[in-house]
Nanobody, 116 residues
Framework: QVQLMESGGGLVQPGGSLRLSCAASGSIFSGYTMAWYRQAPGKEREFVAAIMWSGNSPRYADSVKGRFTISTDNTKNTVYLQMNSLKPEDTAVYYC?????????WGRGTQVTVSS
């Protein structure tokens, strides 16, 4: 059974940085595309960034392009999201999952709050 566990969130000032981690346990197909999603209060969950486990073909939502970087470490079965130049509108709970999403893979997420 696959479990995805997000970590690394916190409170940061505008312009600051955070690095999120998504650790995958269980048997996850290496051909999957992994992704980060986020859900802000009162809004629907949205796509943030995606990447193949091989590290190829990263892609980003327009709202984070140039500020966020997604990467993988296959030796640790972990996907990262480096977030720079954070803005208050980046405040949300961040989740990882595959593309397309699988309902049973949703974890608890990690809270990111950008505020002065």
């Amino acid at each position: 059974q696959v479990q995805l566990m997000e970590s690394g969130g916190g409170l940061v000032q505008p312009g600051g940085s955070l690095r999120l981690s998504c650790a995958a346990s269980g048997s996850i197909f290496s051909g999957y595309t992994m992704a980060w999603y986020r859900q802000a209060p009162g809004k629907e969950r949205e796509f943030v960034a995606a990447i193949m486990w091989s590290g190829n073909s990263p892609r980003y939502a327009d709202s984070v392009k140039g500020r966020f970087t997604i990467s993988t470490d296959n030796t640790k079965n972990t996907v990262y999201l480096q977030m720079n130049s954070l803005k208050p509108e980046d405040t949300a709970v961040y989740y990882c999952n595959v593309v397309p999403t699988i309902a049973n893979y949703w974890g608890r997420g990690t809270q990111v709050t950008v505020s002065s």
